[in-house]
């Protein structure tokens, strides 16, 4: 008898549905039944009415996971414009319910597809990098900077110096996914020389998804200055360099022929090609870079330099230097190449 007389007192869902917004608003605070406050809830979600708003963000603290799970998506399907639920979200991103964590992400993510900006959230979203103790409540913060307009710096810095690595692989992943081109290079840098695999494998992957070259800029590659006896030797140096920066998608590489021709048009009296030669030759061409440089061998030692300059300041923008023995010059060029190109 006590089972059926609890039974014809809760109201079911057909019920529920017959009353109006204020009546579900009004027996949610009411009623001590889980299950009506759980249906109540499941209405008012089918509802969208932004005066329950605050009632289900209350319902989002709730001791019951079932309520609070139910609350945190009726408070999702009303969708990114409606007001009302931002300081809720962002108490729940450092939830220990990881369901909630979640949730509050899409909420978030939810509101920033629809708004072209959330003063308050991007700023909390900030406060939370910088100083909550919990890594994962960071984490989940840089998933919804993701979507902020305007995050790029900020991604960036925790990119480059965040101390969890997961946190800054997420980082450079999300700028890839923002295309956030302006940043090539710096996530280049980090592609070559971040501590952790996994964050360098993130940067290749941006790199790839932002596409085109890290520097959008023009670059010629000169003959080497090298002892007469070993121009051969210079040559396919300076033809493994071109081969290496164009397959690195650092830059735009002049072929070769183009450079050979220039060369011959100018008609210098030797093959020297100094910096101010070299910058020469790049004005012919129209590139806004030239990269020169010197082998020298003795003592059956030999030591590569590689100058990078721009043409229009002759000013040098870059450069490296790498020795080793001769007899393994195959090694030294691969190492001088790399040298140059991480320092890019």
Known sequence: MMIFFFLACTL???????????????????TKSGVEQDLVITELALRRDPEAIPHLCRYTSSLDSSLRHRSLEALNAYGGRVDGRDETYIQLLSSQDGVMRRGAVEGMIQRFQVLSESPYLFSALQRIIRSDSNWQTRFHAVEVLEWVNGSEEVLLELAKNDENASIRGRSVQALGTKRASKYRKDIYRIS??????????????????IGG?????????????????YLELSEGFRSYLSARLGGSELATVVERGQVERVVDELIFQDKFINDGKAVEIGKALRAEQVVTGTIQIMNGQVVITIKRI???TQTIVSSSASSGSFIDFEQVQRVAASKFIEEF
């Open 213 to 229: 070259k890290v520097e959008e800029v023009v670059l010629a590659v000169m003959p080497f200055d090298v002892p007469e006896d």
């Open 192 to 209: 070559k020389k971040d501590i952790e695999e996994v964050v360098r494998q993130e940067a290749v992957q941006s790199l790839k998804r």
């Open 12 to 30: 079911s869902q057909k019920d529920i549905r017959t009353k109006d917004v204020l009546w579900l608003r009004n027996h949610l605070e009411e």
């Open 310 to 312: 721009d043409v229009r």
